[in-house]
């Protein structure tokens, strides 16, 4: 591994060990200060903090499917380690690897949750909306699911993306195109 990609994969780490801890925290201190008390309203009528167990997944979905999620947030961890060892280590790749990083701490966050306790901590409720309440890890993957469409709509070209497939690159022969 040369040393471009060596910080590519130490930065990833960083970043994700970061996430996750961030996440951790956030709901480590839910359970302590809202778990069995009333929420804390920080604009009222929109937007409180409010402890809730969720033993599904988005939205509710998919009650005490707990092993199912599990296999779901290993899928897309070994995604995850397949497009970063294939991910040229070129600064063009920089946003794809950041969106992949955040996915990666939101399913693993998520996942410690399910493993530890059987469900997982959500707490931010948008009351104005009667929004369904999330967590910081769900904002992760929201977001940097949103980020890797943005990323492959609008920023990536089919070339940028040729390194991740699975099929080896069709090979050009002195500048002849290899023929159907």
């Known amino acids: 591994m040369d040393q471009k990609k060596r910080s590519l994969v130490t930065s990833f780490l960083i970043g994700f060990v970061i996430l996750v801890g961030l996440d951790q925290l956030t709901k ?6 809202l778990k069995g008390n009333p929420p804390a309203v920080l604009w009222e009528g929109v937007f409180e903090f409010h402890y809730s167990e969720n033993r599904g997944a988005a939205f509710g979905m998919l009650q005490n499917r707990q092993f199912f999620f599990f296999l779901i947030a290993v899928l897309v961890l070994a995604a995850i380690v397949f497009i970063l060892v294939r991910m040229p280590a070129e600064r063009r790749y920089r946003p794809l690897a950041v969106c992949l990083m955040a996915l990666g701490a939101g399913a693993v966050g998520n996942m410690i949750d399910r493993v530890r306790q059987g469900f997982v901590v959500d ?13 910081v890890a769900d904002c992760y993957v929201t977001l940097s699911a949103l980020g890797l469409v943005l990323l492959i709509i609008f920023y990536y070209k089919d070339e940028d993306m040729a390194c991740f497939s ?15």
């Open 28 to 33: 480590g201190l839910v359970v302590k200060y």
């Open 123 to 135: 707490f931010l409720y948008f009351k104005l909306i009667d929004f369904p309440i999330f967590n």
């Open 166 to 180: 699975l099929r080896h690159p069709e090979k050009k022969n002195g500048g002849e195109e290899k023929k159907r």
